[in-house]
């Protein structure tokens, strides 16, 4: 026991003997993780795992890595493991902060657990191996040629293998190393990796293989194409701000910087001088700030400049006190309109109801809505071919409310959002 103490205490190379495979190992479950044959696998191991690991040292350095499917700490271990695992030769063991010992293990040759021996002080199965069926044909080598190029293109994209380990891809001439390399390092689960090792046909392997990289190939190019316009959108941007910054520090040496912010200037003027509301003030210095920013060959500079005009035209704290006599209503409609009685009794009826909402909420009135409460404006439509009294109409209507009257010709427009 002292002798396999030192063993896990020093940073050494333990050789192994690769063709001792015996029908009866421990077994390691991994959480979340797969070992493949043919690859080499780094381990962090915990201190529960310190009896194999030193019963595998100082035997043949061989055992069984199998993935842990379940976390029900209440039913036996061996029900909640995998069957189909890899056997693996302990390349390296060293020591790692908070009692971690890390483990390099190559990965030799697949199996199946026939019979489970034992569960303390560690897992050990009877196992039998599973080498893959190799169909050795002209498809298997046409999944074997595509997977490659697969591999290549979407490690490349990643970046997730080494550089050395893409170059070397070309090279590799074994399906099942090729298979396996890239299980390794796709970006997928912990349950695909584990139902791509126990699939017995290599052939099967490398469709699946194949499918999986497609689509990963497709989601990094999608993601780079997407990110490579970010970038260079951040770099027009920052490209823009330098070179407006060195125009600002041209004219300010040219004496021209006080012209060029006279626009600027004069509307945070009338911001200052207007009735503007809190949220209104706020949502004008902002995109004031934006037009100072930007140069007057910009799209938008037109268009915050000419929001800024219809914000500050806005009479703001100006209203108009409402009269609401029904009966002085009627005689200004019959003063200015003979006939149409339809007509002025419906405005009448309008302004009734309207009246009559106004009563039911004292607290609210139509020129200091309460917060949160529903406006009380009404559209009246009046359809017609010219010279019948529409606006005629509407300017006695204003004037019985005692509201100011504001035309406004819509000839031409299509869309509501032109208005």
């Known amino acids: 026991m002292d002798e396999s103490h030192n063993v896990l205490d020093e940073k050494s190379l333990i050789v192994a003997d690769k063709e001792s495979l015996h029908g009866d190992l421990p077994i390691l479950p991994l959480r979340?993780?797969?070992?493949?044959?043919?690859?080499?696998?780094?381990?962090?191991?915990?201190?529960?795992?310190?009896?194999?690991?030193?019963?595998?040292?100082?035997?043949?350095?061989?055992?069984g890595v199998v993935g842990l499917t379940g976390d029900n700490n209440q039913s036996p271990l061996s029900e909640q493991v995998a069957t189909t695992g890899t056997i693996v030769k302990i390349v390296y063991v060293t020591r790692a902060p908070e009692d971690i010992t890390i483990v390099v293990v190559e990965g030799l040759k697949r199996f199946r657990v026939s019979q489970w021996l034992s569960e303390n002080p560690f897992l050990r199965a009877k196992i039998n191996l599973a080498p893959e069926l190799n169909d050795a044909d002209l498809e298997t080598e046409a999944l074997q040629r595509s997977l490659r190029d697969l591999a290549i293109d979407v490690f490349s994209l990643s970046m997730r293998a080494p550089k050395e380990a893409i170059e070397g891809l070309a090279d590799i001439k074994d399906p099942l190393h090729l298979a396996y390399i890239a299980a390794a390092y796709a970006d997928i689960d912990f349950q695909k990796r584990q139902s791509l090792l126990e699939i017995d046909s290599l052939k099967t392997k490398l469709n699946e293989l194949v499918s999986i990289m497609s689509h990963e190939r497709e989601v990094l190019a999608m993601g780079k194409k997407i990110k490579d316009k970010v970038h260079k959108d951040m770099n027009n941007s920052q490209r823009e701000y330098y070179l407006r910054q060195q125009l600002k520090a041209i004219k300010k040496e040219l004496g021209e910087a006080e012209d060029d912010n006279s626009e600027a200037a004069e509307f945070r003027q009338r911001i200052e001088k207007s009735?503007?509301?809190?949220?209104?003030?706020?949502?004008?210095?902002?995109?004031?700030?934006?037009?100072?920013?930007?140069?007057p060959q910009s799209a938008e500079y037109s268009m915050v400049r000419s929001y800024l005009d219809w914000l500050l035209d806005l009479p703001w704290g100006?209203?108009?006190?409402?009269?609401?006599?029904?009966?002085?209503?009627?005689?200004?409609?019959?003063?200015?309109?003979?006939g149409l009685q339809e007509v002025k009794e419906r405005v009448i009826e309008f302004l009734s109801?309207?009246?009559?909402?106004?009563?039911?909420?004292?607290?609210?009135?139509?020129?200091?809505?309460?917060?949160?409460?529903?406006?009380?404006?009404?559209?009246?439509?009046?359809?017609?071919?010219?010279?019948?009294?529409?606006t005629s109409l509407g300017q006695s209507i204003a004037r019985a409310m005692g509201r100011e009257f504001t035309r406004m010709s819509l000839g031409g427009i299509r869309d509501e959002a032109e208005i």
Do not use: W
């Open 318 to 338: 100006s209203m108009s006190k409402d009269q609401t006599d029904i009966k002085a209503a009627r005689n200004v409609l019959n003063g200015d309109h003979y």
């Open 32 to 63: 979340k993780q797969v070992a493949f044959p043919t690859m080499h696998t780094s381990l962090a191991l915990k201190p529960d795992s310190t009896a194999l690991l030193e019963h595998a040292l100082q035997g043949s350095r061989l055992i």
């Open 275 to 295: 009735d503007l509301s809190a949220e209104a003030r706020t949502e004008a210095l902002k995109e004031l700030d934006r037009l100072a920013e930007m140069t």
């Open 353 to 390: 109801v309207r009246n009559l909402l106004m009563l039911r909420r004292p607290e609210t009135s139509s020129n200091d809505p309460a917060p949160g409460s529903q406006g009380m404006g009404v559209i009246l439509c009046f359809a017609g071919p010219p010279g019948v009294g529409k």
